[in-house]
């Protein structure tokens, strides 16, 4: 994932540490885009009648639909999730309340706690998928377009390290949406 740094003009002072006007108006900006675009996309899932997910909630739900038996070990959901082992816990208590995942003692060593997805919670999952992508194209791919979110795609990739669970893991389409070309 992670690629040889860019060639990119190098700090703007004599410091070699303060940014310059363009680059911190272009800092503002990313930060601010990507602020208010997960709100958006978490205000869609939270809004849609009978899905109620923040976007948080939606991403465990993925990840443990592209597990294998539906389960992860819940610090390498934490991980892949970026949250902190303590706010993985209480989202994914949240979620138990609902129905949606259960923790069970890990079957490989019996130490750990491994979030399930449940029956209920892959059904929530299939109904809010479709709401998740189309806010995703309305907000993102349709208003920067294809080959301009492949590029980002690979700018920001640059920043991550080489194992960031980004990789895609989905087995197998959800119900109702349309099949890959």
Same mark, same amino acid.
């Given at each position: =994932?992670? &690629? &040889? #740094?860019? &060639?990119? %003009? #190098? ?11 363009? /680059?911190? /108006? ?18 869609? $899932?939270?809004?849609? #009648?009978?899905?109620?997910? &923040? $976007?948080? %909630?939606? %991403? ?10 539906? +389960?992860?070990? =819940? ?19 949240? =979620?138990?309340? !609902? ?8 079957? +490989?060593?019996?130490?750990? !706690? %491994?979030?399930?997805? *449940?029956?209920?919670?892959? !059904? ?34 640059? *920043? ?12 197998? #389409?959800? +119900? ?6």
């Amino acid at each position: =994932m992670h &690629t &040889t #740094p860019s &060639t990119a %003009e #190098p700090a703007s002072t004599s410091e070699g540490l303060w940014l310059s006007r363009e /680059e911190q /108006e272009a800092w503002r900006q990313f930060l601010y885009a990507t602020t208010l675009l997960n709100e958006k996309l978490s205000e869609a $899932l939270e809004s849609a #009648p009978g899905i109620d997910l &923040t $976007l948080g %909630e939606y %991403e465990i739900l993925v990840r443990l639909s592209e597990a294998d038996g539906g +389960a992860i070990r =819940m610090s390498d959901l934490a991980d892949q999730v970026v949250h902190s082992r303590s706010r993985l816990t209480h989202t994914v208590t949240r =979620m138990e309340r !609902r129905g949606l995942v259960e923790r069970v003692r890990c079957a +490989a060593d019996g130490r750990g !706690r %491994e979030a399930h997805l *449940t029956a209920a919670g892959r !059904r929530l999952l299939e109904q809010a998928a479709p709401v998740h992508v189309r806010s995703v194209r309305d907000r993102l791919v349709d208003v920067v377009g294809h080959d301009d979110l492949l590029e980002l795609g690979r700018i920001l990739a640059r *920043t991550l390290p080489e194992d960031a669970p980004v990789a895609l893991g989905c087995p197998a #389409p959800h +119900a109702g949406a349309p099949a890959a070309d």
